[in-house]
């Protein structure tokens, strides 16, 4: 199983980019990298995912270095309304065996006007 | 679409007692997962179910727990019975055959046992 680690919390102002890193070294050939974010009372809602080099959505990007040991979630432009937990997941993204998932403790953000 | 619905959405319950909770999918998606969330434990996975069979119950707490899904559009999560120490909120989510790992959640029951 492969977990991930992350930072326990991070802060930003209203306007900058926040950067988050995953650790994942025992990431498996077929996984692939997925992040959510949950606000306070709700459940946690699908980001991005993405199996190597970048990936890129209306919400954020996602890079993958090549050896795909770590993840970074770029977060453009946050805003008051972007103070969210963040977690990063390791998996099967597709196909029909689906592995056990870890969520973890995630990373949560705050961010200050 | 309605998304992934639960219910009931806060329940209160004294000890000793049967609690079910409960869980429709999206239309189409044919994994479910229960998951429970507390503040000391995180977010945990419960139990996933792939085309209404179980596939991994190794997170279900004790035999007190169980989950059924007799059909894809319904899935429920037993505790009987029922400890203060499983009050927690409750999540259910699901996703589909080709993203797996893309799941949408529900709302999520608040459980509290007294």
């Known amino acids: 199983l492969a977990k991930t680690t992350q930072p326990i919390s991070m802060d930003s102002y209203e306007g900058q980019e926040v950067n988050i890193t995953c650790s994942h070294n025992?990431?498996?050939?077929?996984?692939?990298i997925t992040w959510y974010q949950q606000f306070p009372s709700q459940g946690p809602r699908f980001i991005i995912q993405?199996?190597?080099t970048k990936v890129t959505n209306e919400v954020a990007s996602l890079f993958i270095p090549a050896d795909r040991k770590s993840s970074t979630l770029s977060l453009p432009r946050v805003s008051l309304s972007d103070t969210a937990v963040y977690y990063c997941?390791?998996?099967?993204?597709?196909?029909?065996?689906?592995?056990?998932?870890?969520f973890g403790r995630g990373t949560q953000l705050t961010v200050w006007p | 679409d309605a998304g992934v619905i639960q219910s009931p959405r806060h329940e209160v319950t004294e000890m000793g007692q049967e609690v079910t909770l409960r869980c429709k999918p999206i239309?189409?998606?044919?994994?479910l997962f229960w998951y429970r969330q507390t503040m000391m434990r995180g977010l945990e996975l419960l139990i996933y179910?792939?085309?209404?069979?179980?596939?991994?119950d190794s997170g279900m707490p004790e035999d007190r727990f169980s989950a059924k899904m007799p059909n894809a559009s319904f899935s429920t999560l037993k505790i009987q019975p029922s400890e203060p120490r499983d009050s927690a909120v409750y999540f259910c989510?699901?996703?589909?055959?080709?993203?797996?790992?893309?799941?949408?959640f529900g709302p999520g029951t608040r459980l509290t046992v007294t």
């Open positions: 239309s189409g998606h044919n994994s």
């Open positions: 179910f792939n085309n209404n069979v179980p596939i991994d």
């Open positions: 989510a699901s996703s589909s055959r080709r993203r797996p790992m893309e799941q949408y």
């Open positions: 993405g199996y190597k």
């Open positions: 025992n990431i498996a050939t077929n996984d692939y």
């Open positions: 997941l390791v998996g099967l993204g597709g196909g029909s065996t689906l592995g056990r998932l870890y």
